[in-house]
C-alpha cells in the first residue's frame, strides 16, 4: 500500500533511470500508421475518428489557422490517449504533473500571440481594449486585459493538471473508503462501490473531455490570431 | 537461428550493436506482434495484451526500485 496519497503521482524511475520518457512514448504504440487504401478495423476507427474531429475543430479557421491542424489534432489525440491510459489501474499519467502541462501550453499559447503581432500587429494589440469603454476606465483595462492574456497559458496547464490530479485522487480515496468498509458494514460498502462505479463513468468523460477543452482554446487563441 | 549451439559465442560476437541494428531487432518484433494479433478482424485482442502488460509493468515497478513498497 502507500505511504500516502501522493507517492502515485511521483515520477517513477526504475533503479534510477527515467522511465516516465518510455511511459510517456507508450499511447504513439497504440496508434498504428495506416499502410494501404483499405485497413484493419483499428486503423479505420482511428482514421475515422481523427477526421471528424478535425472537420469539426478547423472548421472555424482560414487558411492560415489551418495549417495548425497537424498540431491540433496530435495535442487531441495525445492528451486524450494519456489520461484515458492514467485510468488503468497502477498506471502513471503525465498529464498529473504541472510541468508537462506547462511545456505543452506555453509554447502554443505564445506561438498563437507571436503570430498574431507579427502579421496582424494593429488587430492583435486592438485586443487590449475592448470597444466602447468610457474613457477614464482605459488604463485601468488595458491592464486588466494584459494580465487576462498573460494567465491564458498557466490557465490551460493548471485546468489540466488540477482535473486529472482530482479524478485520481478521488478514485483512491473513494476506493480506499470502499476497502474499509467492507469489514465493517458490507451494504455501505456496496452503495461506496456504485458512486466508485460512477466515479470512473465520470473519469472517463473527463479525460477526453480535458483534451477537448485544450485543444479547444488553443485554437481559439490560434482564431483570434490569424 | 541458423546457428549450431557450440557456435553460438561466435555468433554472438558477429552481431551489430549499432543503434540501427538495436531498433532493428525492437521494429521486426513489435511487426511480427502487430501481424500476428493486431491487423486482423480481432484485433481487440492484441490491444487489451498490450495493455495487461502495461499494467502489470506498473504494478511491480515499484517492487523493482530497490525494496521500497
Known amino acids: 500500500m502507500n505511504e500516502n496519497l501522493f507517492t502515485s503521482f511521483a515520477t517513477p524511475t526504475m533503479m534510477g533511470l527515467p522511465i516516465v520518457i518510455l511511459i510517456i512514448m507508450f499511447p504513439s504504440i497504440l496508434f498504428p500508421s495506416s499502410n494501404r487504401l483499405i485497413n484493419n478495423r483499428l486503423i479505420s476507427i482511428q482514421q475515422w475518428l481523427v477526421q471528424l474531429t478535425s472537420k469539426q475543430m478547423m472548421a472555424i479557421h482560414n487558411n492560415k489557422g489551418q495549417t495548425w491542424t497537424l498540431m491540433l489534432m496530435s495535442l487531441i489525440l495525445f492528451i486524450g490517449s494519456t489520461n484515458l491510459l492514467g485510468l488503468l489501474p497502477h498506471s502513471f499519467t503525465p498529464t498529473t504533473q504541472l510541468s508537462m502541462n506547462l511545456g505543452m501550453a506555453i509554447p502554443l499559447w505564445a ?13 492583435a494589440l486592438a485586443h487590449f481594449l475592448p470597444q466602447g469603454t468610457p474613457i477614464f476606465l482605459i488604463p485601468m483595462l488595458v491592464i486588466i486585459e494584459t494580465i487576462s492574456l498573460f494567465i491564458q497559458p498557466m490557465a490551460l496547464a493548471v485546468r489540466l493538471t488540477a482535473n486529472i490530479t482530482a479524478g485520481h485522487l478521488l478514485i483512491h480515496l473513494i476506493g480506499g473508503a470502499t476497502l474499509a468498509l467492507m469489514d465493517i458494514s458490507p451494504s455501505t460498502a456496496l452503495i461506496t462501490f456504485i458512486i466508485l462505479i460512477l466515479l470512473t463513468i465520470l473519469e472517463f468523460a473527463v479525460a477526453m473531455i480535458q483534451a477537448y477543452v485544450f485543444t479547444l482554446l488553443v485554437s481559439l487563441y490560434l482564431h483570434d490570431n490569424t | ?29 513489435s511487426y511480427r506482434y502487430y ?10 485482442t492484441g490491444v487489451s495484451m498490450v495493455l495487461a502488460v502495461y499494467v502489470l509493468f506498473n504494478y511491480i515497478l515499484p517492487f523493482l526500485q530497490g525494496t521500497q513498497t
Not at chain 1, 111 to 123: C, D, I, L, N, P
Not at chain 2, 35 to 44: A, F, Q, R
Open chain 1, 111 to 123: 506561438g498563437t500571440v507571436f503570430m498574431g503581432f507579427r502579421h496582424k500587429t494593429k488587430a
Open chain 2, 1 to 29: 537461428m541458423n546457428v549450431k549451439i557450440e557456435e553460438l559465442p561466435r555468433s554472438i560476437l558477429m552481431w551489430d550493436f549499432i543503434p540501427k541494428g538495436i531498433t532493428g531487432v525492437f521494429q521486426r518484433g
Open chain 2, 35 to 44: 501481424n500476428k494479433y493486431v491487423n486482423k478482424k480481432g484485433s481487440l
